[in-house]
């Protein structure tokens, strides 16, 4: 999807936190709605993951603590004290041309208290040995407390995406009998009393001016689903992703994790 020639972020993936029991049972859980790709170890030594690749390059990744991890360790990472069976943040990622330091740079100018943090190198083993390494850079505030799924973190590739996300290499791991076939939309909600600041960032990370419907691109456009992100003002911040498909239905990911394909 083409938004007047400007090169936007690319939505890169979607992220659930489950424990590392359902991770390990997820192929056959999942079965009736998803083909359940191979993830891997990350480099920390704290977490493994497993994916869902869909046909518009876009994943979703179900990660997961390992049990015998310190919980101090788990502690001090920015996802180890949220809620597992649960949407927890999501990336952006930019193509070869993108330049997310200017991204970052414009963030810390408008001075919300809100701004990413240098990128740190990351890594995960395939399960085929491979090695993939990549940039993260994570949302913080003033404090430099962690801030998920308000605003996106970055994933800037150093190995090619494609080892990272075998989408094309393997299509059969795209084939879902739910039929979903890409992210069509976000929606973010936003606490009581953010959404000025919020919508500020997001204003920095576009460089357009205010609105409350922000376009993304995607690895492979396939011309489904609208391609943006949205939020609104409610009491706790919740994030509600809709697949694109052949035909609307919901599809219970997790008990009680329910989101639509349209």
């Known amino acids: 999807m083409s938004h007047e020639g400007k090169l936007h972020p690319t939505l890169d993936h979607i992220v659930i936190l489950v424990s590392h029991k359902t991770l390990l049972g997820l192929s056959d859980s999942l079965h009736k709605l998803f083909t359940v790709a191979p993830g891997g170890n990350h480099a920390d030594g704290l977490t493994s993951n497993k994916l869902v690749l869909l046909k518009d390059g876009v994943y979703i990744e179900f990660i997961a603590f390992f ?128 959404t000025s600041n919020v919508r500020k960032v997001y204003e920095a990370i576009y460089g357009l001016s205010a609105r409350n419907q922000w376009p993304y691109e995607v690895p492979l456009d396939r011309n489904a689903g609208m391609h943006c992100v949205s939020f609104v003002e409610d009491a706790e911040m919740a994030i509600t992703l809709t697949f694109s498909g052949p035909e609307r239905n919901q599809v219970e990911v997790l008990p009680g994790l329910v989101f639509k394909i349209e």
């Open 67 to 194: 049990d015998h991890v310190d919980p101090e360790r788990r502690k001090q990472h920015r996802w180890g004290n949220l809620k597992e069976n649960t949407l927890i943040d999501w990336a952006f990622t930019f193509p070869p041309g993108g330049d997310f330091d200017a991204v970052k740079q414009r963030v810390l100018d408008i001075n919300t208290g809100l701004h990413y943090q240098e990128p740190e190198a990351w890594g995960r083993k395939r399960n085929d040995g491979t090695m993939l390494e990549w940039r993260l850079s994570a949302p913080v505030d003033s404090q430099d407390h962690p801030v998920q799924g308000l605003i996106p973190f970055w994933v800037l590739d150093k190995t090619p995406r494609e080892l990272r996300v075998p989408f094309e290499a393997q299509p059969e791991l795209t084939d879902h009998p739910c039929r979903a076939t890409g992210v069509s939309s976000l929606s973010v909600t936003v606490p009581y009393g953010q």
